[in-house]
């Protein structure tokens, strides 16, 4: 199945399994260089008293939102 690619995407922050925050970012300034680096470091300085509690470093996800997402049901 295909989908275009969307112009907005979105960086998302994760702590564990938390989802701190999710930023929209633009696909055509990927290329640039820091793009996706200067987010990140802004994140970080935000959330930099609950990444010092947390202990664990932040992970970071870069996703496209217009694309279905497929879910795997969970059995109870």
Do not use: C, W
């Not at 907005?8 to 564990?16: Q, R, S, Y």
């Not at 399994?17 to 820091?34: F, H, Q, S, T, Y």
């Not at 935000?46 to 932040?58: A, D, N, R």
């Amino acid at each position: 199945m295909y989908y275009p690619i969307s112009t907005t995407m979105k960086l998302m922050m994760f702590i564990g399994n938390d989802l701190i925050e999710a930023v929209p970012i633009n696909v055509l300034d990927l290329r640039v260089p820091g793009y996706l680096g200067k987010f990140k470091r802004t994140l970080k300085v935000k959330y930099q008293q609950l990444l010092q509690t947390s202990g664990e470093p932040p992970e970071f996800l870069v996703i496209d939102p217009s694309i279905p997402q497929q879910t795997t049901p969970v059995k109870h």
